[in-house]
Nanobody
Framework: QVQLVESGGGLVQAGDSLRLSCAAS????????MGWFRQAPGKEREFVAA????????VYADSVKGRFTISRDNAKNTVFLQVNSLKPEDTAVYYC?????????????????WGQGTQVTVSS
């Protein structure tokens, strides 16, 4: 069993940056791929970024490529999402998720543990 707790969200202005963190407990996540997803009001949960167990492979949604960076610190059992140049359309609850395999995936169904989410609100 893995518990994931996100933090770092907030209310910011367009163009600002945030660093989201996802702290895992209960089991090491160092052997598993991790992902970030987001869900805006009235919309389905969508893929944002994912990282392989070693951090050597990262993938991003086209909408955030070049602005967001996913990284991990396996020694601290933590995954990060650096979000830069924020836009109002980035407003959503951001979720961290753990996948029971080492390779990355973009599909929510491939992740079996989820955090409660952290709210990011971007004003124009």
């Amino acid at each position: 069993q893995v518990q994931l707790v996100e933090s770092g969200g907030g209310l910011v202005q367009a163009g600002d940056s945030l660093r989201l963190s996802c702290a895992a407990s209960g089991r090491t996540i160092s052997s598993y791929a991790m992902g970030w997803f987001r869900q805006a009001p009235g919309k389905e949960r969508e893929f944002v970024a994912a990282i392989s167990w070693s951090g050597g492979i990262t993938v991003y949604a086209d909408s955030v490529k070049g602005r967001f960076t996913i990284s991990r610190d396996n020694a601290k059992n933590t995954v990060f999402l650096q979000v830069n140049s924020l836009k109002p359309e980035d407003t959503a609850v951001y979720y961290c998720a753990s996948r029971p395999y080492a390779d990355v995936s973009r599909a929510p169904r491939d992740f079996n543990y989820w955090g409660q989410g952290t709210q990011v609100t971007v004003s124009s």
